[in-house]
C-alpha cells in the first residue's frame, strides 16, 4: 500500500469519528415537553424546643 492510500484511509477514519462525535442527536425519543408537578409542596416545620 501507498502512503496515499494509508493517509486517505486515515483521515476518513477521523472525519467519520469526528462527524458522529458533533452531529446531532439522532435519538427516536419522544417529545414530551414540561412535566407538570405532581408532588407535594414542601412546609418547613418550625423547631421546637
Given at each position: 500500500?501507498?502512503?496515499?492510500?494509508?493517509?486517505?484511509?486515515?483521515?476518513?477514519?477521523?472525519?467519520?469519528?469526528?462527524?458522529?462525535?458533533?452531529?446531532?442527536?439522532?435519538?427516536?425519543?419522544?417529545?414530551?415537553?414540561?412535566?407538570?408537578?405532581?408532588?407535594?409542596?414542601?412546609?418547613k416545620?418550625?423547631?421546637?424546643?
Amino acid at each position: 500500500m501507498s502512503i496515499s492510500k494509508i493517509l486517505q484511509g486515515l483521515c476518513q477514519y477521523i472525519a467519520e469519528g469526528f462527524s458522529l462525535i458533533f452531529s446531532p442527536v439522532k435519538d427516536d425519543c419522544p417529545a414530551i415537553g414540561v412535566q407538570p408537578f405532581g408532588s407535594a409542596l414542601y412546609q418547613k416545620i418550625p423547631l421546637r424546643m
